[in-house]
Nanobody
């Protein structure tokens, strides 16, 4: 089992920045590819960003490329999502997810690929 706890969400104005954190416990963090997803009211959960076990590969949704950065610190068992130039359409509940994969460079982008999920943290961007 892996427990994931997100933090760092909040209410900000458009153009501001936030950094989300996801702390993992329970198993060797470096065994997991990590991802961030978000879900806005009335919408499907969507992939935001993912990072491979060894930090070698990172993928981003087109809607956040150039504004969001995913990173991980395996020594701290934490994955981060730095969000800059936030827009109203970024408003959603953001959840981190862990995929226990043997492929160290894999970065899953669909929810079904992930094994563990956090509870989520609300991000609200006002205009």
């Amino acid at each position: 089992q892996v427990q994931l706890v997100e933090s760092g969400g909040g209410l900000v104005q458009a153009g501001a920045s936030l950094r989300l954190s996801c702390a993992a416990s329970g198993r060797t963090f470096s065994s997991f590819a990590m991802g961030w997803f978000r879900q806005a009211p009335g919408k499907e959960r969507e992939f935001v960003a993912g990072i491979s076990r060894n930090d070698y590969r990172k993928y981003y949704a087109d809607s956040v490329k150039g504004r969001f950065t995913i990173s991980r610190d395996n020594a701290k068992n934490t994955v981060y999502l730095q969000m800059n130039s936030l827009k109203r359409e970024d408003t959603a509940v953001y959840s981190c997810a862990a995929d226990q994969t043997r492929i160290i460079v894999a970065v899953p982008t669909t929810p079904d690929d992930y094994d563990y999920w956090g509870q989520g943290t609300q991000v609200t961007v006002s205009s």
